[in-house]
């Protein structure tokens, strides 16, 4: 996996928006404090132009529909950023119900990389998020190929990672489903997992940040996430060891 070209992508999982709802809000006004300059002040029409919205917090708060809310953007092509919400129907976990689920692109450059923590937590936080996570644009079709599906005799994830259990197989919503290069573990997903123990996770301490809320953004590598990078691979591995909940490999 390299780099170039490609887009830092930011997902944030949290409960079902509500009737009058202000996390939607909530997680733009945290995306724009985190890039200085940026202005998520357009929308997208049918036939794909760019609409400005002056009265852009009222107009999300009026468009709010199934669980979600409509695309913005900001007006620049050479350094585009999005960010849009939507209502997952399936669950974080076995028997529970459908989420709320932010989707954001950064463009993968030094501002965005260099902002992306202060991005995801802002994000995690206005959404009150349970996990969420960072990562460049195809590390998901490594993910995808993690997860085992019924009927897999013989499961080889690529890069020698583990098989994760899919998302409606996991026990509990606190529990991430995979790691990304940042990752975004609110206080019950960090006591979930046990983390942070002094004795185990000085190397992740290193790298990781306490949120406002008492959650955790705690980034694997300096640079963004490379399989093709060795030690960014066994980076990955290690912590997939010492985390053996993630993915449901082992019950909390």
Not at 112 to 140: F, K, N
Request: proline share 9%; hydrophobic share 40%; with cysteine.
């Amino acid at each position: 996996m390299t780099v170039a070209h490609r887009t830092l992508i930011i997902v944030a999982h949290a409960p079902a928006l509500k009737n009058n709802d202000d996390r939607p809000t909530a997680v733009v006004h945290a995306m724009e404090r985190a890039l200085p300059g940026l202005r998520l002040g357009w929308a997208m029409s049918e036939k794909e132009d760019l609409i400005a919205l002056p009265q852009r917090d009222e107009w999300v708060a009026a468009n709010m529909a199934n669980g979600g809310f409509p695309f913005l953007c900001n007006d620049d092509d050479n350094h585009l950023v999005t960010v849009a919400g939507l209502e997952n129907p399936n669950g974080l976990a076995a028997g529970s119900p459908p989420h709320f689920e932010i989707h954001a692109d950064l463009p993968l450059d030094a501002v965005c990389i260099t902002g992306a923590v202060d991005v995801l937590a802002g994000v995690a936080e206005g959404a009150r998020a349970v996990w969420g996570h960072a990562t460049p644009s195809g590390y998901g079709g490594i993910v995808a190929q993690q997860f085992r599906h019924p009927g897999d005799e013989l499961h080889v994830p690529p890069h020698g990672l583990p098989s994760l259990k899919l998302p409606w197989d996991m026990s509990t919503p606190e529990i991430p489903h995979f790691l990304g290069w940042l990752n975004y573990w609110s206080a019950a997903a960090a006591k979930a997992l046990g983390f942070p123990d002094p004795a185990r996770d000085s190397e992740l301490l290193s790298r990781a940040r306490r949120t406002a809320t008492g959650g955790w953004v705690v980034q694997l590598t300096d640079a963004p996430l490379d399989l093709d990078n060795p030690a960014h691979l066994d980076t990955l591995k290690r912590t997939y060891e010492r985390f053996p909940e993630i993915g449901g490999r082992e019950a909390p």
